[in-house]
């Protein structure tokens, strides 16, 4: 077993100051419990029972390792070693009532949270907040989010009789939870649309590496605050003002320079914020309207499903990877087929966009692209690592049924309901999730005009655009995703954690 902690160097956070689910807590069963906190008393004393629960990062990483190297040696073999994990993460209504210093420098879109930035992130119509679900139909009223994680669905029973004894002896409140499971079978590590997920990951300097891209880790200024971030600018310092306009520049002497903006407190150093959607997905809607719309682009359901992804069902990039016969096109047709070694971790993640400027094998649009345009030459690949995220979601809600409709209008019962409970980790909600969600995913002109929004999760009004090259074939496609329920949190660290515990935070 290789798991030590970083050398900590002060350029690098400590693994035993992080909460655990940054480094990924990659259980089958998760259940996060929203809880309301009706004064800072309780919320102390319940912050203080809970704190010698919370895993963190070291703890996490360590079993991480562990378990992988058991299942090599065991060839492949599953549930060798368990393990029950704890977390907890604060929205700003949350840290509002616990009263810490400096929350006025804490980010404005976290201070907002996620129901106020509804229009900006496109959350309208069927994803508008006052469509949400409970808890999170009334704003500001979930003041922490428990994250419960176990490989054993009988553990996380026990974790959570062991956390709503602790809410009760405190006094604060558990306003509802929701459960996330893996999917069954084949389906394992698939989300609903079919698709394998959580493959790509960026890895963090001095806290992970990656399997997969061993040689790439992103500064952990870009997750964690408080360190160099890929410009060596300090997470949670305020941007540095732009110099001030010198004799014989137009603009001078200019207005008097604002005063800098407060540092977030020392107490958030180690803290990351979170990001939590409930994306409901109509997995009807979706394969009907590749049904309906493959034979209009002579592509095969299944090819015009792979398209929009940019990965096949399997998790085979459409792209090129080393090692690939020259005769396979992996966009005609999944290349794991006849080339298993294509999903090995040296070849799954190694490609890029450069060699495919115009999106014949990816499109420009194609959701893994949006999100994550790699070296293509819009933004360009330093920009691009300006905006990674540590994905953490689940699935959530029953298989679907082949016999089911699309989602009509009106509710969705809950034996329809399913989804993605997706989690993400960022230093900068502005620079992360919410950047992906506005500036690329919902944009139709990002990265060339015309290239259309992501087909899987750009919000906004019906119908989205595509453009589907080599023949610039334009689609529109229905919404199949839909946001019905989400917050921005904080992360603290785990010092932090005891000083909102004792109220020296
Ligand atoms: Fe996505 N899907 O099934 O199509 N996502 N995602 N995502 N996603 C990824 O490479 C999916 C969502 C990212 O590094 C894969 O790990 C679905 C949100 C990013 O190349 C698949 C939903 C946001 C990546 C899906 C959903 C992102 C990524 C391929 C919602 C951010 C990595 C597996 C229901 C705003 C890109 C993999 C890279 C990958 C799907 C949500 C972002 C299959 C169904 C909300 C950054």
């Given at each position: 077993?290789?798991?030590?902690?970083?050398?900590?160097?002060?350029?690098?956070?400590?693994?035993?100051?992080?909460?655990?689910?940054?480094?990924?807590?990659n259980k089958d069963h998760q259940r996060l419990v929203f809880v309301h906190f009706p004064d800072?008393?309780?919320?102390?004393?319940?912050?203080?029972?809970?704190?010698?629960?919370?895993?963190?990062?070291?703890?996490?990483?360590?079993?991480?390792?562990?378990?992988?190297?058991?299942?090599?040696?065991?060839?492949?073999?599953?549930?060798?070693?368990?393990?029950?994990?704890?977390?907890?993460v604060f929205s700003f209504a949350g840290l509002s009532v616990l009263a810490p210093s400096g929350l006025g420098a804490f980010p404005a879109e976290f201070r907002d949270g996620m129901a106020a930035h509804a229009a900006d992130l496109g959350d309208?119509?069927?994803?508008?907040?006052?469509?949400?679900?409970?808890?999170?139909?009334?704003?500001?009223?979930?003041?922490?989010m428990v994250i419960l994680a176990a490989d054993d669905p009988r553990d996380l029973d026990d974790c959570y009789a062991r956390l709503q004894a602790k809410i009760q002896a405190a006094g604060i409140a558990e306003l509802g939870h929701q459960d996330g499971n893996v999917?069954?079978?084949?389906?394992?590590?698939?989300?609903h649309f079919g698709f394998k997920d959580g493959i790509s990951q960026p890895a963090i300097r001095g806290l992970t590496t990656s399997s997969k891209n061993p040689d790439k880790t992103i500064e952990p200024g870009e997750f964690v605050i408080g360190y160099p971030d890929e410009t060596g600018h300090i997470s949670g310092q305020p941007d540095l003002p732009p110099p001030p306009p010198q004799p014989g520049d137009p603009n001078y002497p200019g207005p008097p320079p604002s005063p800098p903006a407060d540092p977030m407190p020392t107490w958030a150093t180690d803290g990351s914020f979170v990001v939590y959607r409930r994306l409901r997905q109509d997995v009807g809607g979706f394969n009907s309207s590749l049904a309906a719309q493959a034979p209009n682009v002579s592509l095969s359901v299944d090819q015009l499903g792979a398209k929009l992804v940019g990965r096949w069902p399997s998790g085979a990039p459409l792209e090129r990877v080393?090692?690939?016969?020259?005769?396979v096109d992996p966009s005609t047709g999944d290349p794991s087929v006849d080339h298993p070694h294509v999903l090995d971790d040296d070849h799954i993640n190694a490609f890029g966009y450069a060699a495919d400027p115009d999106g014949t094998h990816v499109p420009r649009s194609a959701h893994i692209r949006k999100t994550y345009p790699r070296d293509q030459a819009n933004p360009g690949l330093a920009e691009a690592d300006r905006h990674r995220i540590l994905r953490r979601g689940i699935p959530y809600g029953p298989e679907f049924q082949p016999s089911e409709p699309p989602y009509g209008q009106g509710p969705i019962a809950d034996d329809r309901d399913r989804g993605l409970l997706f989690i993400c980790y960022?230093?900068?909600?502005?620079?992360?999730?919410?950047?992906?969600?506005?500036?690329?995913?919902?944009?139709?002109d990002f990265?060339?005009?015309?290239?259309?929004?992501?087909?899987?999760?750009?919000?906004?009004?019906?119908?989205?655009?595509?453009?589907?090259?080599?023949?610039?074939?334009?689609?529109?496609?229905?919404?199949?995703?839909?946001?019905?329920?989400?917050?921005?949190?904080?992360?603290?660290?785990?010092?932090?954690?005891?000083?909102?515990?004792?109220?020296?935070?």
């Amino acid at each position: 077993m290789t798991a030590t902690a970083s050398a900590f160097d002060a350029t690098s956070p400590d693994l035993h100051a992080v909460q655990g689910n940054l480094i990924g807590f990659n259980k089958d069963h998760q259940r996060l419990v929203f809880v309301h906190f009706p004064d800072a008393p309780t919320a102390r004393a319940f912050i203080q029972a809970l704190e010698p629960n919370v895993a963190n990062g070291y703890e996490v990483k360590a079993f991480n390792e562990l378990y992988k190297e058991l299942r090599a040696k065991r060839g492949g073999e599953n549930g060798i070693i368990q393990a029950a994990w704890t977390n907890v993460v604060f929205s700003f209504a949350g840290l509002s009532v616990l009263a810490p210093s400096g929350l006025g420098a804490f980010p404005a879109e976290f201070r907002d949270g996620m129901a106020a930035h509804a229009a900006d992130l496109g959350d309208v119509e069927n994803s508008a907040p006052s469509t949400w679900v409970s808890p999170f139909d009334q704003p500001q009223q979930v003041h922490a989010m428990v994250i419960l994680a176990a490989d054993d669905p009988r553990d996380l029973d026990d974790c959570y009789a062991r956390l709503q004894a602790k809410i009760q002896a405190a006094g604060i409140a558990e306003l509802g939870h929701q459960d996330g499971n893996v999917r069954p079978d084949a389906e394992r590590g698939h989300e609903h649309f079919g698709f394998k997920d959580g493959i790509s990951q960026p890895a963090i300097r001095g806290l992970t590496t990656s399997s997969k891209n061993p040689d790439k880790t992103i500064e952990p200024g870009e997750f964690v605050i408080g360190y160099p971030d890929e410009t060596g600018h300090i997470s949670g310092q305020p941007d540095l003002p732009p110099p001030p306009p010198q004799p014989g520049d137009p603009n001078y002497p200019g207005p008097p320079p604002s005063p800098p903006a407060d540092p977030m407190p020392t107490w958030a150093t180690d803290g990351s914020f979170v990001v939590y959607r409930r994306l409901r997905q109509d997995v009807g809607g979706f394969n009907s309207s590749l049904a309906a719309q493959a034979p209009n682009v002579s592509l095969s359901v299944d090819q015009l499903g792979a398209k929009l992804v940019g990965r096949w069902p399997s998790g085979a990039p459409l792209e090129r990877v080393p090692g690939l016969p020259n005769h396979v096109d992996p966009s005609t047709g999944d290349p794991s087929v006849d080339h298993p070694h294509v999903l090995d971790d040296d070849h799954i993640n190694a490609f890029g966009y450069a060699a495919d400027p115009d999106g014949t094998h990816v499109p420009r649009s194609a959701h893994i692209r949006k999100t994550y345009p790699r070296d293509q030459a819009n933004p360009g690949l330093a920009e691009a690592d300006r905006h990674r995220i540590l994905r953490r979601g689940i699935p959530y809600g029953p298989e679907f049924q082949p016999s089911e409709p699309p989602y009509g209008q009106g509710p969705i019962a809950d034996d329809r309901d399913r989804g993605l409970l997706f989690i993400c980790y960022q230093a900068s909600i502005q620079r992360g999730f919410a950047f992906i969600q506005q500036t690329w995913v919902n944009t139709p002109d990002f990265p060339m005009q015309g290239d259309g929004q992501d087909p899987i999760i750009s919000q906004q009004v019906d119908p989205r655009e595509f453009n589907l090259p080599p023949n610039t074939q334009h689609l529109s496609f229905q919404r199949w995703v839909f946001t019905t329920a989400g917050e921005y949190f904080f992360s603290p660290s785990m010092p932090a954690l005891q000083a909102l515990a004792s109220g020296s935070a």
